[in-house]
């Protein structure tokens, strides 16, 4: 890799974290750290508003975005492959966003790379014994309450076909039995609960942060679940 390709994969990292230590870049570039100091130099010169905070690392001042100037075949490649795979095992939402993306990324693509990657996209299929259930379109909203740690409000129905409404804090979402799954404290049922998304009639995020502080991780909560992974 050219110093300049190095330069810019430096800046999308920043952009894709909030921190990034020299350390990790040097490692993920395969360069020396003192390097780095010289690469972020470099970068700094070229106007671009990098800082420097100790013990956390190098990021982008907000409000700063620099657009994609090109994608690879391979890169782009990619990213059609995983289309399959969220057609098949994401809901409307996200197939939404998922689309919406892509496009953007065929939109900086030269008129070549747009004919060989619509070629692959018709001679790439995904088969599998099992559809899954993906007729909803909740998870792009389950996302933003996990993320913004904010409460969520459920209609659900459960196998007895019960609906109740909930208020939860969601801590996570787990693909298992070809189904997508809410990890959440239940404030009606004052413990931890998994909801099953496609059961979910309806979902509002309340905009109102947590009231509890010490949620399980997420990693932990998995282990508990009578699945073998």
């Known amino acids: 890799m050219n110093r300049v390709d190095r330069l810019l994969g430096i800046i999308t990292t920043l952009q894709t974290k909030k921190f990034v230590t020299a350390e990790k870049i040097a490692a993920k570039y395969n360069i020396s750290v003192r390097t780095v100091y010289r690469d972020m130099k470099a970068i700094a010169e070229q106007g671009i508003p990098v800082s420097f905070e100790q013990h ?116 996570g979402l787990i693909f298992y039995a070809y189904n997508w799954h809410l990890a959440a404290w239940c404030h009606v049922r004052n413990d931890y609960r998994d909801f099953r998304v496609s059961r979910i009639l309806k979902v509002k995020d309340t905009g109102i942060t947590f009231s509890k502080s010490n949620h399980i991780d997420i990693n932990d909560y998995m282990k508990q679940l009578p699945v073998n992974y």
């Open 56 to 171: 956390r690392g190098y990021f982008l001042v907000d409000g700063f975005f620099l657009p994609p100037v090109s994608f690879t075949s391979e890169e782009a490649n990619a990213l059609l492959l995983m289309q399959t795979v969220v057609e098949r095992f994401a809901d409307k939402s996200i197939l939404t966003h998922y689309t919406a993306a892509l496009d953007k990324v065929k939109a900086v693509m030269r008129p070549s790379q747009k004919e060989k990657l619509e070629r692959l996209h018709q001679q790439t299929k995904f088969q599998t014994m099992y559809p899954g259930y993906t007729d909803f379109e909740h998870l792009s909203v389950l996302q933003t309450a996990i993320s913004s740690k904010t409460k969520l409000l459920l209609d659900y129905k459960n196998n007895n076909n019960e609906v109740s409404k909930r208020e939860v804090e969601p801590i």
